[in-house]
């Protein structure tokens, strides 16, 4: 078990550009989730996955921001002509649920994206 | 809508000694979780402490516990002989008990000074 990881762990852009996000869950997970962090806040929920369906979008993300999970493994999340407003660090947790409840979700270790 | 404050911006404790982080939250649902979370400089967020609103033993961690109070919606953190490896942003969170999702406090850095 490696962890939840993301990649690119860093990216800078010029406004106006489309940047790509890519997180791979702990094995087995199969609720993923996406937020965001500011430079001194805590995390914003974006939006989750169960399997492959998301299931929930914040009024957040806009319809600039799209976020697939293709056979239910890796997420990618996409920005279309990124805004200064978008730097941020982007989270993605991972967890494992069956039938009701919560399980805890596990961070990897962001993307910063700074936007210029 | 679901809230969560953290009313301490910032705090500090003395090495080997006790300090607790204040959290209080709102929520409209009858089942969900409560978190605290550690985000250390530069790295990754970490699970600290979970506790099932449902249950009302407070949970522990070896030098972590929390006194949970559901009536007035209150998750404090009690962090005991406090580490210089504790020092980190510590993050409460409420989690839906249906979709998992967090809602975070705006965080408290805690500063453990030698």
């Known amino acids: 078990d490696t962890g939840v990881s993301q990649d690119p762990r860093h990216k800078i852009t010029k406004r106006g550009q489309n940047v790509t996000f890519r997180c791979d869950p702990i094995s087995e997970h199969n609720r993923l989730y996406w937020y965001r962090q500011t430079l001194g806040q805590g995390p914003e929920f974006l939006t989750y996955f169960q399997n492959e369906a998301q299931l929930e979008k914040s009024r957040l993300l806009s319809d600039r921001f799209s976020a697939e999970r293709p056979k239910g493994s890796f997420s990618t999340l996409e920005i279309q002509r990124t805004e200064q407003g978008d730097s941020a ?12 409840g919560t399980d805890t979700q596990y961070f990897g270790p962001g993307t910063r994206l700074t936007v210029l | 809508a679901q809230t969560v404050t953290q009313s301490q911006p910032e705090m500090s404790v003395q090495e080997a000694e006790t300090v607790t982080l204040s959290c209080t939250y709102d929520t409209s649902e009858n089942n969900y979780y409560l978190f605290w979370y550690k985000q250390p400089p530069s790295r990754q967020m970490i699970l ?13 961690e070896n030098r972590f516990s929390v006194n949970f109070q559901k009536a007035a919606k209150s998750f404090s953190l009690k962090i005991s002989d406090s580490q210089l490896g504790d020092t980190a942003m510590y993050f409460c969170a409420s989690g839906s008990g249906n979709t998992g999702k967090l809602i975070f406090g705006q965080g408290t850095t805690l500063q453990v000074k030698p």
Do not use: D, F, H
């Open chain 2, 48 to 60: 600290v402490i979970r506790q099932e609103a449902y249950k009302q033993q407070n949970a522990t």
């Open chain 1, 89 to 100: 660090m982007y989270l993605c947790a991972s967890s494992y649920i069956a039938g009701e």
